[in-house]
């Protein structure tokens, strides 16, 4: 069965910071493109980071400096690390493998409030 799990969503306090984690099953992970988009409520998916198969990475303006993406093509697994977080980047965030049959994981819910 082909699909994206995301995980490390929760609740934190501004400043702090977590560590998503997206797993693949039933794809050969390695030759894909990955991404992390999210979803704020009332507003568009937008594009966080990705990360090509040979791990060159890009990032949104809002989240340069702050978060990383990163892969483990051994694990099949694709991160994000957060830090600095800002209550501006609660959202729902989505695993995504880029292609032209591009696949999305569930999503995990990330908040960040005092």
């Known amino acids: 069965q082909v699909r994206l799990v995301e995980s490390g969503g929760g609740l934190v306090q501004p400043g702090g910071s977590l560590r998503l984690s997206c797993a693949a099953s039933?794809?050969?992970?390695?030759?894909?493109?990955m991404a992390w988009y999210r979803q704020a409520p009332g507003k568009q998916r937008e594009l966080v980071a990705s990360?090509?198969?040979?791990?060159?990475?890009n990032y949104a303006d809002s989240v340069k400096g702050r978060f990383t993406i990163s892969r483990d093509n051994a694990k099949n697994t694709v991160y994000l690390k957060m830090g600095s977080l800002k209550p501006e980047d609660t959202a729902v965030y989505y695993c995504?493998?880029?292609?032209?049959?591009?696949?999305w994981g569930q999503g995990t819910q990330v908040t960040v409030s005092s």
């Open positions: 995504y493998r880029v292609g032209s049959a591009g696949l």
């Open positions: 990360i090509t198969n040979d791990h060159r990475t």
């Open positions: 039933g794809i050969i992970f390695g030759i894909f493109n």
